[in-house]
T-cell receptor, first 115, second 116 residues
């Protein structure tokens, strides 16, 4: 089942902050965050595993609340290069144990950063 | 090196043609994936190969036929496609698939397919 991302679109000025949320109706094994620029492949940002950890590098960080089945991506002091579509991908345990490998992406959040 | 390469970059084919998409990685990854992405939509999983064996087929029509000849190479054979199959086809790879959480998937640049 597809996770739900919010908001659908964000417009920022350089230096402003943004939060993108990803919510699932199913228990999650892990959450993967990607950024995709127009006409390019998705680029990996980070993975969060169940356990409620928070990760980050540079000015992009993320949290994962296993109990609420939610993850949030935090972008601070945004730069022009942050523009693109952000996707969360969620992995849910699959019955039978033989179908691991399925990542289901949310519908995406379009982030636009203006000078 | 975290590079996944895909050829061709662009492909135009008629509905009666047979063509193939190629994906290659030299990272020693043992899991490889095919995704389909329509404009302004997220990637949708089509197939997953784990240790050169097909482990997931997301009910993809038989006009798409995947093949994994070795651990570095993944092909997608196309035959009798429909115009609605026009999309960006993305290949990805990850270190492995186990009973634990998925590892990072690295995407190739994609093949933009147009079916006339």
């Amino acid at each position: 089942q597809q996770p739900v991302q919010s908001p659908q679109a964000v417009i920022l000025r350089e230096g402003e902050d943004a939060v993108i949320n990803c919510s699932s109706s199913k228990a999650l094994y892990s959450v993967h965050w990607y950024r995709q620029k127009h006409g390019e492949a998705p680029v990996f940002l980070m993975i969060l595993l169940k356990g409620g950890e928070q990760k980050g590098h540079d000015k992009i960080s993320a949290s994962f609340n296993e109990k609420k089945q939610q993850s949030s991506l935090y972008l601070t002091a945004s730069q022009l290069s942050y523009s693109g579509t952000y996707f969360c991908g969620t992995e849910t345990p699959v019955a039978g144990g033989t179908s691991y490998g399925k990542l289901t992406f949310g519908q995406g959040t379009i982030l636009t950063v203006h000078p | 090196d975290t590079e996944v390469t895909q050829t061709p970059k662009h492909l135009v084919m008629g509905m009666t043609n047979k063509k193939s998409l190629k994906c290659e990685q030299h990272m020693g990854h043992r899991a490889m994936y095919w995704y389909k992405q329509k404009a302004k939509k997220p990637p949708e999983l089509m197939f997953v190969y784990s240790y050169e064996k097909l482990s997931i087929n997301e009910s993809v029509p038989s006009r798409f036929s995947p093949e994994c000849p070795n651990s570095s190479l993944l092909n997608l054979h196309l035959h009798a496609l429909q115009p609605e199959d026009s999309a960006l086809y993305l290949c990805a790879s990850s270190r492995r698939i186990s009973g634990e959480a998925l590892e990072t998937q690295y995407f190739g640049p994609g093949t933009r397919l147009l079916v006339l």
